[in-house]
């Protein structure tokens, strides 16, 4: 293990002006945090964070990243939390750790392929700093040095498998080739050690056959380069097993001498010289046809640069050499990481080529000093997606500002249409409730669920917009059609004929309507009148409107209202798209009530002596018979009440508890007179009908500070 002292002195090798005192704490912080914890393998837990710092010195990172690699683990397993870190190392510090300690708490819960690169983009969308992501994966990295000391085969298999799909490919992606080389060699090991063996034994029986053949090159190459003139750098490596384990699966091929294996590197000072190298081995050695490449001219997706060529080399061998410069070698090797060598103002910046790093580089260019740049880079390549998890683990991606409802609808139009409720993270919240990476997600449906209109208000995505748009347009025609028939019966009746619907059809292509239901929905929606309709099925017979007298003010009676066979049912449900309670009067079960009919609204219900009839006098074919279902209390209504209490202490808490023990619930308060005697308000109280609320303004009125109370009417 890396003691105190050879850790700061790794630091200071390439910092000298580096905070000893930070690192110094932070490794005493990370001991006595873990204590006497101890790893699968028997060391003490400790041993971990220092050898995760150790990694990450290798790539020169700055103190903050070393510190954060030293503290990674202790808000996760210790007892130690955030606020102490803030506390003693600063926000900053707090807020790298805290992006770890995050990242480790998610994990592929099924090991479904597709989902990979989904969890690899989710993990970058929550690195944000990207030194998040590199103590990420220098912890992967020891975890997984130390792999063989957990003895659970199926977790050892989970944790490879992860890092194959995982982290090798996020190591790629941010150009640290070292990194992915052993995470995938590693992962290797455990998913296919057989595999791994045939290729290392392979490798050995080569390397006794040849000798020490990677000298011999590297000796001719360098000798012919001095000749030319050219200042380079060569070096010859083995690719690992698993490289070389997925070259031969992919292309099909056996490997018969080392050199096919091998990658020799000629490191130079400039691209010319690239050039230059490149020419003086093709006209040396004859060129393996269909192996030259150009990342030079044309960068990696990931940055890498590069020439590539294949020869038919000294002794006879084939093999493979890069050409590049100390920079491209730099980024090679190791990916972004080599930025902050050169943020360090150590050598210029030309990264123009590492395209996804592109805005990274900008704010480099533009910030004064290496702390703005730090300060300012956060990952913003996912800024339109949110990465969300359904219980059993799998990925929803959704657009950002996405809700429980868009996460329904990505799940599953059915989940979606008969949503209910959610629950994000294990607690009940609101479906409008906006998603934040990392949330578990789990919709609560019910069989009679359906969509609402005022989800459309929210709802992000293109999906769940348009099947509730669907939902809401053929809801409408439905509930409008209902409410046509309803009104056609009456009208039928009324005019003196029977309904049937063969009659009505008769009418369908004066009316240019497709079907029966059409029409009833235009009578519904108000497009048409009932008498409209009946007239044009019997032209010719229109008798004088029956004077009807409407008599709107008549007190309610007390017996229960007589259910027509022409009364249109009407319950809590009803209330929506074609039916509206009026909000001068709540009309509540039990009251006596009647509709009008408003063109393009479909009905609204008001009670019978609700003053809002006046204004419908003249126009009875608007008003409509309509009637309680039974079983309409069920529901749940609104009813208001105005009420004047006096002006003292606890006049409205006693208020609140009078209605509350009479099982009345709230909704709404409004004080619309305050003198320095009464409060005069109006309280809107959910209740099952008119009965209920009658029970509640008895009640108050046996209240003493309550100075009058009444049902609240237009
Ligand atoms: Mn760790």
């Given at each position: ?666 909704s709404n308060l409004k004080i619309t007179n305050r003198s320095t005697d009464f409060f005069e308000m109006l309280i809107d109280v959910e209740v099952r009908d008119a009965k ?23």
């Amino acid at each position: 293990m890396i003691r105190q002292f050879e850790l700061l002195e790794r630091v200071k090798a390439y910092d000298p002006k580096v905070d000893e005192d930070a690192l110094n704490r932070a490794y005493v912080f990370s001991v006595k945090a873990h204590g006497t914890q101890k790893r699968a393998s028997g060391d003490p837990y400790f041993s971990h964070p220092v050898e995760v710092a150790g990694i990450l010195t290798r790539y020169k990172l700055d103190a903050a990243t070393i510190v954060t690699a030293l503290l990674h683990d202790t808000v996760e397993d210790t007892v130690a939390t955030l606020d102490e870190i803030e506390a003693g190392f600063g926000a900053d510090i707090a807020r790298l750790v805290d992006g770890v300690t995050k990242l480790s708490r998610i994990e592929l819960q099924s090991d479904h392929s597709k989902q990979a690169e989904n969890f690899r983009k989710l993990v970058l969308a929550m690195s944000e700093d990207i030194r998040v992501l590199l103590v990420k994966l220098a912890d992967r990295l020891h975890n997984m040095r130390t792999l063989s000391a957990i003895e659970n085969v199926d977790k050892r298999r989970r944790i490879a498998l992860e890092t194959m799909e995982i982290y090798a490919p996020l190591a790629e992606r941010i150009g640290m080739q070292d990194f992915k080389d052993e995470l995938e060699d590693r992962a290797f090991a455990e998913l296919n050690p057989d595999g791994r063996e045939s290729i290392v034994n392979r490798l050995d029986y080569l390397r006794q056959q040849g000798g020490e053949i990677v000298p011999r090159i590297i000796a001719e190459l360098d000798g012919l380069m001095r000749k030319e003139g050219v200042t380079t750098v060569i070096s010859g490596r083995e690719k690992s097993p698993y490289s070389i384990w997925r070259k031969m699966q992919r292309n099909n091929v056996e490997f018969e001498q080392l050199s096919d294996i091998m990658a020799f590197r000629v490191v130079v000072q400039s691209v010319a010289d690239c050039y230059r190298v490149l020419g003086v081995i093709h006209s040396r050695y004859a060129v393996v046809p269909g192996r030259f490449k150009d990342y030079i001219s044309t960068p990696k997706p990931n940055g890498y640069r590069s020439l590539h060529t294949g020869i038919i080399g000294p002794e006879r061998q084939r093999i493979e050499i890069q050409v590049r410069t100390e920079e491209m070698h730099q980024i090679a090797e190791l990916g972004v990481a080599a930025h902050w060598k050169y943020a360090q103002g150590a050598d210029r910046i030309d990264g123009r080529q590492y395209r996804w790093l592109r805005e990274l580089l900008d704010i480099l260019e533009h910030a004064s000093s290496p702390e703005e740049f730090l300060e300012h880079t956060k990952l913003e390549m996912f800024h339109d997606q949110v990465f969300c998890f359904t219980p059993k683990g799998d990925i929803i991606t959704l657009p950002r500002g996405a809700t429980a409802v868009d996460f329904a609808y990505a799940v599953h139009s059915e989940v979606g249409d008969t949503c209910v409720g959610s629950k994000i993270n294990g607690r009940l919240m609101p479906l409008r409730t906006q998603l934040k990476n990392g949330d578990q997600v789990e919709v609560l449906v019910s069989r009679n669920g359906t969509p609402s209109p005022e989800w459309e208000r929210f709802v992000v995505s293109g999906k769940a917009r348009a099947r509730i748009r669907r939902y809401v347009r053929s809801q409408k025609h439905k509930e409008y059609a209902d409410l046509g028939r309803a009104i056609l019966h009456k009208a039928f009746r009324q005019e003196g004929y029977e309904f049937t619907e063969k009659a009505v059809s008769t009418v369908l292509e004066k009316y240019k309507y497709r079907s029966n239901d059409d029409v009833y929905a235009a009578v519904g929606e108000g497009i048409l009148t009932g008498r409209d309709v009946v007239h044009a099925i019997f032209p010719g017979t229109r008798k004088p409107a029956r004077d009807r007298k409407i008599l709107p003010f008549r007190r309610s009676r007390a017996k229960s209202v007589p259910t027509k066979a022409e009364a249109v049912p009407i319950t809590g449900l009803s209330a929506g798209i074609a039916i509206h309670f009026a909000g001068c009067c709540h009309p509540l079960p039990g009251d006596r009530i009647v509709g009008i009919i408003t063109t393009g609204k479909g009905v609204t219900i008001h009670t019978i002596d609700c003053e809002t009839l006046q204004g419908f006098a003249d126009a009875p074919e608007r008003w409509l018979d309509v009637a309680w279902s039974s079983g309409a209390e069920d529901e749940g209504y609104v009813g208001r009440v105005s009420v004047l209490v006096a002006n003292e202490p606890g006049s409205l808490g006693g208020l609140s508890t009078v209605i509350g023990k009479s099982h009345g619930n709230i909704s709404n308060l409004k004080i619309t007179n305050r003198s320095t005697d009464f409060f005069e308000m109006l309280i809107d109280v959910e209740v099952r009908d008119a009965k209920h609320l009658t029970d509640i303004i008895a009640a108050l009125r046996a209240s003493s500070f309550v100075n009058s109370v009444e049902r609240a009417r237009g």
